[in-house]
């Protein structure tokens, strides 16, 4: 069965050095999500890809993170410098697409859990 | 904006007990409504979905019914298994823009 990649699964980091996370959506799907899970709360989208376009990054703090899908397969997110309260499961999701047809369903990969130091 | 307000947890029950978690919306719109969990270890699976009001989603004996008048989508179980423990997320979408809500997430235990 098909299934989002993601790596590292766990990074410890030290605060004001840079980390990247990667995601490797389902083949096909030209939706991807890149969210964030603060410990004991829901998951919040930082950003959203239509093939390597950026849908909607306005809650993702661009003076620290980045993200990319140049090709608009694989994707990268970036903090640099990593803060404390980066800490965090940072979550990438894929769909077949937005679309006017209603609410496709997102597939979640395992995440890659962050500590900063 | 969009916002879920869900049943604090952790909950705690005996196996085969009846379950319910509690989850409220506010959307502009028309939203899709979804439960997804999390089992320990993995990452997110969405458990069941309601798109339009009255619908009824389920999925592995869960049921959550789509009340607009009451803007709500609890989740129930009639009889619970240890290997449902995991963490319960009720999330909104709004038509034609796939961005999810979710609510804080509902901690489930259930012991033998």
């Known amino acids: 069965e098909a299934e989002v990649a993601q790596s590292p699964r766990y990074k410890i980091t030290e605060k004001s050095q840079a980390v990247a996370f990667w995601c490797d959506p389902i083949?096909?799907?030209?939706?991807l999500y890149w969210y964030r899970q603060i410990l004991g709360q829901g998951p919040e989208l930082l950003v959203q890809f239509q093939d390597e376009s950026v849908v909607d990054d306005s809650q993702l703090p661009k003076d620290r993170f980045s993200a990319e899908r140049l090709k608009g397969v694989d994707s990268t997110l970036k903090i640099q410098p990593a803060e404390l309260g980066d800490s965090a499961m940072y979550l990438c999701a894929s769909s077949l697409s937005s679309g006017t047809s209603g609410s496709r369903e997102q597939f979640f990969g395992p995440g890659t859990r962050l500590t900063v130091l | 904006g969009n916002s879920v307000t869900q049943m604090e947890g952790p909950v705690t029950l005996s196996e085969e007990a009846f379950l319910t978690i509690n989850c409220t919306y506010t959307?502009?719109?028309?939203?899709?409504l979804f439960w997804y969990v999390q089992y320990p270890g993995e990452g997110l699976q969405l458990l069941l979905k309601a798109t339009k009001a009255d619908d009824k989603g389920s999925n592995k004996g869960f049921e959550a019914t789509y009340r607009k008048e009451t803007t709500s989508f609890h989740l129930e179980k009639g009889s619970v298994q240890v290997s449902d423990s995991a963490v319960y997320f009720c999330?909104?979408?709004?038509?034609?823009?796939?961005?999810?809500?979710f609510g804080t997430g509902t901690r489930l235990t259930i012991i033998p």
């Open positions: 083949s096909g799907h030209a939706t």
């Open positions: 999330a909104i979408s709004n038509f034609g823009n796939e961005k999810l809500t």
């Open positions: 959307a502009t719109g028309y939203p899709s």
